[in-house]
């Protein structure tokens, strides 16, 4: 999840890890993978807290929703910022940066359980600024670090392990948020279930800041003319292929995160499950789960199979559980919304990877035009809890599968355009 620009590209693309071998390049992608796991841990506890906080605070699933809307609107409104300040001061001392900006939000969680609702939305908009800023750092450093025609396949191997982080995100929240829901009574005594662990979250963030200042990275330079690639075109935006990637960006997160956001409720409806939230979030960790299994298993595929067709495939099967969730019911319902996680699993690293195919000097402005796209899973889910509270949770999943059918159009289309080239 890159940067965006135009004459200010936001952490232009890198173009080089300079004075490395493959071993050093190997060491470096570790470390940045250590970042993928911790933004996905951070991440998935959104889907936790969402419903606990609309039980505390007695709110609509519309204004349950704004939780997103703050979380990912930071993509949209940080990326800019985010990227100046990389290009200023380099990628490690501005993913050192996010770290630190991620646990100042963690921090603000302490004081948000005793201020009310809307100190817990400025605490979320704080902690993604954060992991914006590490966004912006790591997509393009991943990108650099071995050849590029395999860039797909380490952006699938990276995002295996911020899966991991998502999988482990609802078992660790439902064990030390939502379980003690109820043990002391009154709003505030739930409210302040999430002071230990979000403490918890600022220091460890804290710490990996202080082992990544000091780690031996690489030095990666920016290149504003990679190649000529994109020579004869005004910007990015002249490039279709990239605007339709941005679009289908803006769609999987939005649909990704909805469904996750979704989930502990759905399961919660007795003709589906009829789960406690407690037990739900056991379930959520399945659905991250599929998509952390999936890319494991797309690191692999995609070095041989056609990045598009695969996406398609993977789109249309999203398509067919979705609406096997929204019209049916029981175990059926129930384990069709969680196998999407598995379809999942390929689609962001691949979208990204193939937008920015061929762009030449212009991947940059590119990959800062899709890290804003992000701004999808603030936008979905705000229009799934609309209409959630008109038409109710299960029908409202037919939003999140609209959003597929534009995927595999994207799948599709790429897989012909990238034979043509």
């Known amino acids: 999840m890159a940067n965006m620009a135009h004459n200010t590209a936001p952490a232009a693309v890198p173009a080089a890890a300079e004075g490395t071998q493959n071993g050093s390049n190997t060491s470096a992608l570790v470390i940045v993978t250590l970042l993928f796991f911790m933004w996905g841990l951070i991440t998935s506890l ?3 807290l969402i419903p606990h906080l609309k039980a ?18 930071a993509y949209f409104i940080v990326s800019l910022p985010a990227g100046a300040l990389i290009r200023r001061i380099g990628y490690q001392k501005g993913a050192v940066a996010g770290l630190l900006i991620a646990a100042g939000g963690c921090v603000l969680f302490y004081p948000a359980s005793s201020g009310g609702y809307g100190l817990f939305l400025l605490a979320f908009f704080v902690l993604a600024s954060g992991i914006t800023v590490l966004q912006v750092a790591a997509n393009p450093y991943v990108t650099v670090l071995g050849p590029p025609r395999t860039a797909s396949s380490r952006l699938n191997l990276t995002q295996a392990f911020n899966s991991l982080g998502t999988t482990i995100g609802p078992k660790f929240g439902g064990l030390l948020i939502l379980s003690t829901v ?93 789960l406690s939230h407690a037990d739900a979030a056991n379930y959520v960790s399945v659905y991250w789960g599929g998509a952390m299994v999936g890319r494991f298993i797309g690191f692999a595929v995609m070095r041989v199979a056609s990045p598009g067709k695969t996406l398609a495939v993977n789109a249309l099967v999203a398509i067919a559980l979705v609406l096997a ?46 890290c804003m796209a992000i701004v999808g899973g603030a936008l979905v889910p ?26 595999l159009y994207f799948g599709a289309k790429y897989s012909a355009m990238y034979a043509a080239r």
């Not at 969730?325 to 384990?335: N, P, Q």
């Open 325 to 370: 969730a929204a019209f049916g019911k029981g175990s059926v319902a129930m384990w069709a919304i969680l196998a999407v996680g598995l379809c999942n699993s390929i689609m962001f690293p691949t979208i990204f990877s193939m937008a920015l195919h061929g762009l030449g000097k212009y991947t940059g402005q590119g990959s800062g035009i899709l």
């Open 56 to 73: 505390i605070y007695t709110l609509s699933y519309f204004q349950a929703m704004l939780v997103q809307l703050c979380f990912f609107g």
């Open 182 to 274: 109820g043990a002391a009574s009154g709003v505030a005594a739930d409210a302040a279930t999430v002071r230990g662990p979000y403490l918890a979250l600022a220091g460890a963030l804290a710490l990996l800041a202080v082992l990544f200042y000091f780690a031996r990275l690489p030095r990666i330079a920016d290149c504003d003319d990679v190649s000529l690639a994109g020579e004869g075109h005004g910007s990015a935006w002249a490039h279709r292929h990239l605007v339709l990637g941005a679009i289908g960006i803006f769609l999987y997160v939005g649909a990704e995160v909805s469904i996750g956001s979704f989930l502990i409720n759905f399961l919660g409806e007795a003709h589906i499950a009829g």
């Open 46 to 48: 959104n889907d936790i």
């Open 382 to 407: 705000f229009a799934q809890g609309a209409l959630a509270d008109a038409i109710g949770v299960q029908a409202s999943f037919m939003l999140p599968a609209a959003c597929y059918a534009f995927i």
